[in-house]
């Protein structure tokens, strides 16, 4: 970014398109190539050298539009972040509801202002392996723990964060020491806790006693039940009409007609279970037919390994996800929830079993966000999915769809006033579900694959084409920023300082070297 300061006055923003070099040595039959043939001695600097530099003229500072062009003459300079950035963005560094993010690319401490009244209409953050996405993505969410709202007043937007490689359960470490060794920028947070499956907390002991997963099926429809059993057992509802269905039959009239209050009891107790099977089987063949009997039955002892593999419906009893007050606590008190997906928190889980949790935790959410509309009490949460293409993906992505798509479909398709905003981070745009993908607002694009470039293009409503041409090009922790939370009306290119990131970011190293050498200690072979 430069200023052209016109003789007219004006103040141009501008942006370095392209950058070409001359030198007339180099040029085709340039004057010295004979002499440079015959190896003479060619005086230096005797060429023509210079630099012809392109500028996007952005906009005429404060804020409007660029109405003439600058002429031959006119300075150009370095942005003066003192003098110009209020200009620039129109606001002050001390703004309330900004966060300031990263660095203008090629400037330092040249942070871009985030609209936080922006947050609720989505977000993506974009990136290949390696390319700095959850660095970036950490540095965001800290932004999110602490933002200025006025009158010496901090506040920390709360948030669930889907975490699919353990890259924010240092948040939780962190927020277990001491409250004075907390850095004061992110002390608004009212409290972190790590989720991990049950059956990992109850076998490690460095995770006892850690929150853990549980789901209750009784918080869900019984169509959502049905259709959620027969989803993990078949991985598709497609042609699965009659198993829905009959499974619907079958636990409306148990809860409607034989009065068992909880659906969810059936599979965790063993006996309540033999039970269901026993009606199951004797059930009228007029409304459940003889030969859908068995493949219910098949979906639901399928189903059971959830309990009896992860037992995450029997951690209903223990788990806060299975509490009314759970979402509000978390809106109310500034709550950060990790629930971790990682090899840590769910060794051996299955990415079904992952898209169940998801499914439970979309329809809470979206169930309990609509009653706080209804209710007229406006909330706000930020559900961040990591590794979304898992979870919400396009029909392209080779993985058997996901019953959590269609609420959060439902989730993005809700206006701003719904307070609920997602956050997908992946690595593969192109394999998100078009339809929640083009509900985002606001997208951190760092390094993508040559495959993603025309569907970012798509989804973020064009790139102008000299930032379009480095997409593929970022280095790690640069990105563009473009949509709703940034200021201004164009991309920004910025980059992510090491120096942000508060709570360190952990490594994703690997260790071979050391690590062979001391399985083969003794033996050298040089
Ligand atoms: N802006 C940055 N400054 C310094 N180091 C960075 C920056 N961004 C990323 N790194 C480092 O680069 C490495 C890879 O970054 P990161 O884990 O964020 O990549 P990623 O895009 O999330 O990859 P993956 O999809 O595999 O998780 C990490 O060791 C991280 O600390």
Redesign the pocket.
Known sequence: MVLVSTKMGAKILSRVAKITPFNAYYTEDDPWSEARRKGLHIPDNIARKYEICELDLLIQLPNSEVNYPPKPGDEVLKIDLESHYEDIFGISRDEPGYVWFGSLFGYKNAPIPLDIEKVPMHMAVF???????????GVLIEKFMCISAGENRAVSFPMIIIDA?G?YLEYDKYFKQAYQDIDSKIRPVGWVKRFVFPHIAYQNSELRGEPVIGVDLDRLSVKEIAETIVMYHKGSLDGAELQISGIVTLLDYLRENEGYDSLHEFFVDDDLYDELIGKLRNFDTKRIAAATKPAIERAFAKFREIESNYKILSAKKESELTQDEFIDDITENGGIAIIDFSEEGATGVDIQVKQLVMTYLANLLFNKFSKYKIENRTRYLIFLIEEAQNFIPDKSYPISSSLAKNKLSLIATQGRKFGLSLCIVT?RPSFIDKIVLSMCNTFFI?RISPDDVSYVRTATGGLPSSLETRLTRLT??HMIVTGQMNKLPFPLMI????ADRIVP?P???TDVISTLKKLREGFDYI
């Open positions: 990136g290949t392996t390696g390319s700095g996405k959850s660095f970036s993505t490689n890259d690595q760092h790690q922790g980059s992510i300082p090491k970011h490594m994703g190293t």
